[in-house]
């Protein structure tokens, strides 16, 4: 904190101290007090010492914050001065509203388990804290095994926790900036050929995942997508199915909870995909199968979620987790290689890049918001692309060489 200085002024016939307070991201602020003497004949004396009094005592700090600063510059004052890992508590708890359950719970896992212990060794305080510690924070969780992506994952969380102090005005400079953004490794997407895919729904048929592999296999959609789909979205007269809700696990306060939001990872997540006549029968099969378990079970069967496609027999919504373990136990029981839930979304995706599907058609039908996620996601798999590009570059070379 810069020396507070400041001169005599006079108002309304009385003196006044005029100080140059300094901020925290060091702007001067000029604040009047009143040193309660009036101008008068011999006064003078009397006010400079007051004003040097004045001066002494927010220099050596007493009552500098109360005195000198309003309630918003004295919380900006705390939170600056308060240590890394402190704020970083404060700011996870006050951004809870912003943010769905399971997000708050992921931020506050990353501060509590890593980021914590890091910065309480190395006691810096808010307004000292560079991109230099930050890196070291970085290169510390890479010598415990975390990837690149993880990283990153870190690097995100510190960067809005700071860029919220930041425009708060608690610091000038957002120190995440000046730090080195982690390097993800290259994303090499896992998925099953058509054969492999075939065997797939061989083997599930008779399988109570079976419904929701192949509408993971023909429509490419995220397990969410997949069970958040429900009747009142499928125009059996259209032959359309539409995507626009979604079903996901929520942690709060340790527990888990099912949650059904019609807010979609992004704008491009909504569409409307064609009803392929074999989804279409297994849908009505699966409709008629509801239909009898409802009349079997009656008041026993849930009627919370009677919208619902992917439902147990007894009418309870199929957990995503359930879908992600089972899933594993389909593959292992039948010795098939082990892949995610997620990455029969890729082999959707793979199989259209082997029919020289264009890479836009991919991106409006998998729902991803860029082109240049599902350019970077499945580039490396794009051989029919760069077999016609071969030719081309051979065809024009071959011509110049004539």
Known sequence: MKRITGHLEEKNGKYYAAVNHYT???KRKVKWHSLDLPVAKGNKREANY??????????????????AMTPAER????????????YLLEWVESHKMNVSASTYE???????????????????????LS?????????????????????QR?????????????KRKII????????????A??????????????????????????????????YGLRRSEVLGLKWSAIDFDEKRIHIRHKIIEDKTSGKTVIKGLDVMKSKASFRSLPLVPFIEQELIKEKAKQEEMKRVFKKSYNSEYLDYVCVNPIGDIIKPQFVTEHFKVILRKNGMEQIRFHDLRHSCATLMLANNEEMKKIQAWLGHSTISITADTYAHLDMASKVTSAGIISDSLSTLAK
């Not at 004003?51 to 109360?66: A, P, R």
């Not at 900006?76 to 240590?83: I, P």
């Not at 501060?111 to 000292?128: A, N, Q, T, W």
């Not at 890196?135 to 993880?150: I, P, R, V």
């Open 75 to 86: 919380e900006r004052n705390r939170l600056a001065e308060s240590y890394v890992e402190d």
């Open 185 to 218: 490794e290259p994303f090499i997407a896992d998925y099953y050929n058509a054969d492999e895919i075939k065997t797939l729904l061989e083997v599930s048929e008779k399988d109570e995942l079976h419904l929701i592999i192949k509408l993971a296999c023909y």
């Open 154 to 166: 870190y690097h995100a969380v510190l960067h809005l926790a700071f860029k919220t102090a930041m």
């Open 50 to 67: 007051r004003l040097n009094q004045l001066l002494e005592k927010f220099n050596s700090g007493e009552n500098y914050l109360s005195d």
């Open 106 to 128: 992921g931020y506050k896992n990353y501060i509590e388990s890593k980021m914590i212990p890091y910065f309480k060794k190395l006691h810096i305080k808010v307004k000292e």
């Open 24 to 26: 925290v991201d060091g």
């Open 131 to 151: 991109g230099d510690e930050i890196n070291g924070f970085y290169q510390e969780m890479n010598k415990l095994g975390f990837k690149g992506s993880t990283l």
């Open 172 to 183: 000038p400079t957002n120190p995440v900036e000046q730090a080195d953004r982690p390097k």
